[in-house]
């Protein structure tokens, strides 16, 4: 394992009791982002399709999309126990769901989905490794399928990027949090790349139609298709 998964395994490990009221307090529209989530899920509510919910977290997503696709297939995959405890709590519905202790890094991903979300789980991924992980999220699709992604993201231009920096760091103190701490966190242990880079990868991996559909300073949500 490398030093990069252990540390992230420990930084969730540690969060999960008070993670959903703290992540409202850090990400900007953070339901919002979720919400759209599923509204961009491009099939009928009622179609019986299978979804990979990759760095699942304590499941408030995946409580959503089985909640919004009752005949929906879920399989939730985490790095750590203890989010996929909180998850399978939030979640239930064990006929509908499949819990994965999983690096999405390194491990297969499975195949046959119609659908996989990301929620702020693929900034974790290094420059590196992104090409590859798209490739398999690609091959791990079926024809037809999305792959929706809320990103921590950054913008091209360093006066932008800095003044959204301190807009979102506003924001955290603005709800008790501290601004300063959670963004030294994700300088010294993310890799938020520009949402240009981000359709360009999953172009090269054979994803069409990418695009972002939301945007609030260092956050977007995009969603691209296989042919
Ligand atoms: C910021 S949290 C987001 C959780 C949830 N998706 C949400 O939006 O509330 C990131 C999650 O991704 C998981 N994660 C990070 N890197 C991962 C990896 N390489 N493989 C699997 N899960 C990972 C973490 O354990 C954590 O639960």
């Known amino acids: 394992m490398s030093m990069n998964t252990s540390a992230v395994r420990d930084h969730f490990r540690v969060q999960v009791d008070h993670y959903p009221g703290l992540m409202g307090r850090i990400i900007p529209g ?50 750590t126990n203890e989010m996929l405890d909180a998850c399978r709590q939030r979640a239930g519905d064990e006929s509908r769901m499949d819990y994965r202790l999983a690096d999405f890094r390194t491990d297969d991903l499975g195949s046959g989905y ?3 979300t990301a929620s702020l789980s693929l900034h974790h991924l290094t420059f590196a490794e992104r090409p590859d992980f798209f490739a398999r999220a690609y091959d791990s699709l079926n024809p ?36 300063e701490q959670w963004f030294s966190k994700h300088t010294d242990k993310d890799h938020p790349a520009t949402i240009t880079s981000l359709i360009s990868w999953l172009g090269v ?8 559909y939301w945007r609030q300073l260092n956050f977007a949500v995009l969603r691209a298709a296989r042919r």
Request: proline share 4%; glycine share 12%; with cysteine.
């Open 205 to 212: 991996a054979g994803f069409v139609g990418a695009g972002c």
């Open 30 to 79: 953070y339901a919002e982002q979720r919400d759209l989530m599923v509204r961009l899920v491009p099939f009928e509510s009622g179609r019986r399709i299978r979804i990979l919910d990759l760095g699942c977290g304590p499941g408030l997503l995946a409580q959503q999309l089985l909640r919004e696709f009752p005949q929906a297939e879920l399989t939730a995959l985490d790095l």
């Open 144 to 179: 037809g399928g999305v792959l929706i992604a809320a990103e921590v993201i950054i913008d091209e231009s360093p006066d932008v990027r800095a003044s959204q920096y301190r807009l979102w760091q506003e924001f955290m103190i603005a709800n008790g949090e501290d601004g």
């Open 114 to 116: 119609d659908v996989i």
